[in-house]
């Protein structure tokens, strides 16, 4: 998997959407920054620094950062080239890509809606964070029906979805 990637990474988190919108968004990085940052791509990686005042002067390296799809989410890796650019990654290019998240998320809700699949997971990690949302109250949300979503969640389970019991690893001696 990659968890060799998060042991070398300075910094990983998960943001929903495709890795190439976030690839496209990185190359975007330049325009939105004032044409002082730049993202250099390499395949799934991205060599991101940062221009100097000197037209003639090498940019100033700030780290790598890598980016790996799974399932509609995307792992965000980031090295540091050094501990001084941490401030330049906190302050303006993981919001700039968080952003970019919140716009993807919001642009599809606007577009498709969410889907079934996706109200039902969101169920099942509701509820397994304590919460106490209902079928019944997601499918009115979403401007769905109730017996349609109801129906979907035991489709969802037949498959073995996120949270369903299907996909709950059994252990022991069994």
């Known amino acids: 998997m990659t968890d ?3 042991a070398q990474a300075d910094v990983h988190f998960t943001i929903w959407g495709d890795r190439w919108w976030y690839a ?3 190359v975007g990085l330049y325009h939105a920054s004032g044409k002082r940052l730049m993202a250099i791509p390499a395949g799934e990686n991205f060599s991101i620094s940062k221009r100097t005042d000197q037209p003639y002067e090498p940019s ?3 780290g790598d950062i890598t980016l790996v799809g799974s399932e509609g ?3 965000v890796y980031i090295t540091l ?4 650019a941490e401030h330049i990654w906190r302050e303006e290019i993981i919001p700039f890509l968080r952003n970019m998240a919140a716009i993807a998320r919001q642009g599809r809700r606007e577009t498709i809606g969410t889907t079934p699949d996706e109200l ?13 949302v209902t079928l019944k109250q997601l499918a009115e949300d979403a401007g769905m029906g109730y017996g349609v979503l109801r129906k979907r969640k035991m489709e969802y389970d037949a498959r073995g979805g996120w949270g369903s019991k299907r996909n709950k ?4 001696d069994g």
């Open 60 to 62: 100033q390296p700030l």
């Open 169 to 172: 690893t059994v252990t022991g």
């Open 4 to 6: 060799w990637r998060k």
């Open 73 to 75: 989410y995307t792992d």
């Open 24 to 26: 496209g968004a990185l």
């Open 81 to 84: 080239a050094a501990p001084e």
């Open 120 to 132: 039902i997971e969101y169920y099942y990690r509701s509820r397994a964070a304590g919460g106490k």
